[in-house]
């Protein structure tokens, strides 16, 4: 056999394979840093993956908005330079307009009733808008904490709002709601935060347990208002793109092992709120 001929036989066998069996490494973006709870479920979400496969299939995480803020995200994955994301539902809010339904102020004051919201068939369809309204497949939902406030001063009632430039996640929703108080909503993405908080750009923060201790917020804002003012979903997005080119084995593959890790990523959220709150309640200088 000659070498052409060995060459062709080879990209023959190669070309042959079938879809099932071809090696593929996901990019997952998120906004969030590596010590985030969100994080720790795409790096052991890899680890299903892989195993589940037999080493076919992987995700490599795109961490603290390295990609870009979710907005640029998600239009990467509109045209498939992006394969994958977990995104916030505020994000996804100016597209899926019905989705701020989910960000309604006090629909539940608790972390458990959150999860019960999430886990329903509503949310659920609410999920069958995102391909036409964002070129993205929504897998499943999972959540980060409660929101509460922490402020550089004291506050002593709802009223005392007002005038205050307080920081949000970018959605109309959530700005709406700060507005009716007389505030000064400021949209800002997470990894912007802190050092506008530091330099008094903002007076306070819309924000969860989990994100107030990842970046020691209350070193700037000690006081910490216990609100439970709305609930935060998350979404696990793939490029409709991308997912039009796996086999129907793939895709189920990668559907049970997003949705276990969602899951998981709920649970947790679920049973660690309390902890979370406890710890802070430990943080120097914080006055709950
Ligand atoms: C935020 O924008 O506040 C946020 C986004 C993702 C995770 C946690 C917080």
Not at 15 to 20: G, K, R, W
Not at 154 to 160: Q, R, T
Not at 165 to 191: D, K, Y
Request: net charge negative; glycine share 6%; with cysteine.
């Amino acid at each position: 056999m000659t070498w052409k001929t060995l060459i062709a036989a080879t990209a023959a066998v190669v070309l042959a394979l079938p879809a099932a069996a071809q090696t593929r490494e996901f990019r997952l973006g998120l906004i969030t840093p590596p010590a985030h709870v969100w994080n720790q479920e795409v790096a052991a979400l890899n680890a299903t993956l892989q195993e589940r496969s037999g080493g076919r299939m992987s995700i490599v995480a795109f961490p603290s908005g390295q990609l870009g803020n979710e907005a640029t995200m998600l239009q990467q994955m509109q045209t498939g330079a992006l394969d994958m994301a977990w995104l916030t539902t505020a994000e996804l809010t100016f597209r899926v307009p019905d989705m701020a339904a989910l960000h309604a102020p006090f629909l539940v004051t608790n972390i458990a009733d959150a999860a019960r919201v999430f886990r329903s068939d509503v949310a659920r369809e609410m999920l069958d808008a995102l391909p036409r309204a964002t070129g993205t497949v929504g897998l499943c939902y999972a959540m980060i904490g409660m929101r509460q406030m922490v402020m550089r001063n004291p506050i002593a009632s709802a009223a005392e709002l007002s005038g205050q430039r307080i920081r949000i996640t970018p959605a109309p929703a959530i700005s709406r709601f700060f507005e009716m108080f007389g505030a000064a909503p400021a949209p800002m993405p997470l990894p912007a935060i802190y050092d506008a908080l530091a330099n008094g750009q903002v007076d306070g923060l819309d924000m969860d347990y989990e994100s107030i201790i990842n970046f020691r917020y209350y070193e700037h804002a000690p006081y910490l208002l216990e609100t439970n003012h709305h609930m935060f979903g998350m979404v696990a997005l793939v490029s409709a793109r991308v997912w039009a080119g796996l086999s129907a084995e793939d895709r189920a593959l990668i559907t049970d092992a997003m949705q276990l890790h969602c899951d998981r990523t709920v649970d947790r959220f679920v049973d660690e709120e309390q902890g979370k709150l406890d710890r802070l309640r430990e943080a120097p200088g914080i006055r709950i």
